[in-house]
């Protein structure tokens, strides 16, 4: 559950143009809310605990996103909401790790969970939540070891929104399974591996189910790097393959020029464990990142991280008069030769057939459009 922050430069990646369109922010942010100490063990000694949640409430509330996805919001809630009474509403608060409020079974804490998620969103007043839905994970890994993620109940919340102006969007917060440093290290990460791929596909199966034809935005504390999990294939390669959505990720978009890492390379230094993914349903609606920042400067006190995560915040238009851009179409000529073709890794595609169509029917990508090749 609990991750050790690493050095970062301040990131933001800026994209901007000019049509009538609907903006809206939202941020995702595990704010860091587990106590100090629960039964035997320092479980957080050097969080932020009751004094700096107050001061993630006051940040929080100076960075006016119209959306706020919160992680590990536990035992500091109060706290956390101090700030945001005045201008948000709020979700369901599902308790903290306290011995107190929750009877332990001392004799079987083997098979002890705790009813709380940890998740919390915000969201403006003038932003309507009209359908929520809490889903926990059917898979987890670790008690009492492995970043205690199978003592709590994680999973996803699902919030139907409308915008002020009366654009409907869906948004999901999560919290996936972690996995530590050294676990990692010694290779004794298989089964954490293995629970964040289920709760990936887990997403995709409910997203999926309950696409319509508004865009869907994910946002969370994933605890998934492109490199290490297969976030591809659990999540983005099945939903693109059905034909009725695309999916990308706004790091990946407005940063690396839409190029997912490979599975297996070297990490990319700029990627964190929060992402802010989005899913445009074909024929509805379509939304589309203007920028991303994460914001290692502005989350600061006395010269250190106000907690173990920093805040990723995406600013999205909504263009009410197109749809996602997916084309269907045969492979097109210019002077004589193909156009350049990418598949969804980024990887450019040269047809050896002698009328030029893809060698796979399939989602391509080619002068910056997605396009159905049958």
Not at 50 to 56: F, N
Not at 128 to 134: F, H, L, M, P, W
Not at 263 to 271: F, M, Q, S, T
Not at 305 to 318: E, R, S
Request: with cysteine; hydrophobic share 35%; glycine share 8%.
């Amino acid at each position: 559950m609990k991750r050790i922050l690493l050095s970062l430069s301040f990131i933001i990646c800026h994209f901007s143009f000019s049509v009538a369109q609907t903006t809206f922010s939202v941020m995702t942010l595990n704010v860091d809310g587990l106590p100090g100490k629960f039964l035997l063990f320092d479980i957080n000694p050097d969080g932020p605990l009751s004094a700096g949640s107050e001061r993630i409430s006051q940040y929080i509330a100076s960075k006016d996103c119209d959306i706020v996805s919160m992680q590990e919001c536990f035992n500091y809630r109060w706290e956390i909401w101090s700030r945001l009474f005045a201008g948000y509403e709020h979700d369901e608060w599902t308790g903290g790790l306290d011995s107190e409020t929750h009877q332990l079974d001392y004799f079987h804490l083997q098979n002890e969970r705790f009813p709380c998620d940890g998740l919390n969103s915000a969201w403006k007043k003038e932003v309507k939540s009209t359908a929520y839905e809490r889903v926990a994970h059917k898979q987890n890994f670790g008690k009492f070891s492995h970043e205690f993620d199978d003592i709590i109940t994680k999973g996803f919340r699902r919030h139907e929104f409308t915008l002020a102006d009366g654009t409907e969007i869906v948004v999901y917060n999560t919290h996936f399974d972690a996995s530590s440093e050294r676990d990692e290290q010694l290779g004794n990460d298989v089964k954490d591996r293995e629970a964040r791929l289920a709760q990936w596909q887990q997403l995709r199966e409910h997203v999926m189910t309950h696409l319509d034809s508004r865009p869907v935005i994910l946002t969370g504390d994933f605890n998934s790097y492109y490199n290490r999990d297969d976030i591809m294939a659990a999540f983005i390669q099945p939903i693109e393959a059905t034909g009725r959505a695309t999916v990308s990720d706004v790091w990946i978009e407005k940063c690396r020029g839409g190029v997912y890492p490979q599975l297996g390379d070297e990490r990319d230094a700029d990627e964190v464990l929060d992402k802010i993914l989005y899913v445009n349903p074909v024929g509805g609606m379509a939304v589309k990142p203007v920028s991303v920042t994460l914001d290692v400067a502005g989350y600061q006190y006395d010269n250190q991280p106000m907690g173990d995560h920093y805040p990723l915040i995406a600013t999205f238009t909504v263009d009410k008069d197109k749809t996602t851009g997916i084309e269907n179409g045969q492979w097109s000529m210019v002077n004589g030769q193909s156009e350049s073709w990418y598949d969804l890794q980024g990887r450019r595609i040269t047809p050896i057939n002698s009328d030029l169509s893809p060698l796979k029917k399939g989602l391509y990508i080619q002068n910056g459009h997605k396009i159905i090749a049958k």
